[in-house]
């Protein structure tokens, strides 16, 4: 089983992913990675020394070919699952980015950076990132976005 729950903060040491939300032109934002046939949200591990801002902005623009955007933190999240590390809860930050550019070029494992109407319907995580868009939503509602 999977468990998928959000905290306004937790000790940045916990922090071992950034998972980005991003809509361009009014359009959300995916990734297909190259070796599925799936839809992912831009988003990754953070690396030794790194702060958690940093990790979004390298994933965003690793995984999209971002270079000119707005990001900003939603919240805390946190995955709770037999399948990933040993089933212990690990800890996350989500955020939001509002691409204006892309680079014409990706230099990564994704495949191809993805513009859609509505979201994707065949996610590579789907009992994690419906939540996390569940949570987008909420935070766009409450901050009158």
């Known amino acids: ?3 998928v729950k959000f905290y306004e903060s ?3 040491s916990l922090l071992k ?3 980005i939300i991003a809509k361009s032109g009014g359009k959300w934002v995916f990734c297909k990675h190259r070796e599925r046939d799936t839809y992912e949200l831009p988003g990754g591990h953070r690396e030794a020394g790194e702060e958690i801002a940093e990790t979004a902005e390298r994933e965003l623009y690793e995984e ?3 270079i000119v955007y707005d990001i900003e933190p939603i919240c805390v999240y946190s995955v709770t699952a ?3 590390f040993d089933g212990v809860e690990t800890f996350g930050m989500l955020y939001f980015a509002e691409i204006k550019k892309f680079e014409g070029e990706l230099h990564n ?3 191809k950076t993805v513009l859609m109407d509505n979201l994707a319907d065949k996610w590579t995580y789907p009992e994690i990132q419906p939540y996390l868009i569940e949570e987008y939503n909420k935070w766009m509602k409450d901050n009158q976005k």
């Open 10 to 12: 937790v000790d940045d």
């Open 64 to 66: 999209t070919g971002a």
């Open 82 to 84: 037999d399948y990933n």
């Open 109 to 111: 494992e994704i495949e």
């Open 1 to 3: 089983m999977t468990e």
């Open 17 to 19: 992913f950034a998972v």
